[in-house]
């Protein structure tokens, strides 16, 4: 998918400034180049992420549903990279 070009952009908006500063970014590259993070860090994140979706302030985007029989075919698209967004296996109860 393309998207439409927004150039140029809104005054007094630096791309890069944004980039160093977000909350989704800042820290992250230097924290996993340290190894994986502690359990406390990983229960810390998981909250404010949990949190975020509970405020409908993070909504994952759905890209692929399969039911719980299609799982091969699930993995082959992630393996494959044609997936866009979270894949999602279906079970029926």
Do not use: C
């Amino acid at each position: 998918m393309i998207l439409p070009r927004r150039w140029p952009p809104a005054p007094g908006f630096h791309a890069t400034a944004w980039h160093r500063h977000s909350r989704a970014t800042a820290g992250t590259q230097n924290a996993l180049a340290a190894g994986p993070p502690d359990s406390a860090t990983v229960r810390e994140l998981l909250t404010e992420a949990l949190t975020l979706t509970a405020q409908g302030r993070l909504r994952p985007v759905i890209g692929a549903t399969y039911p719980l029989a299609q799982a091969k075919d699930a993995h082959t698209a992630l393996a494959e990279r044609t997936t866009l967004g979270k894949s999602l296996l279906l079970i029926q109860s």
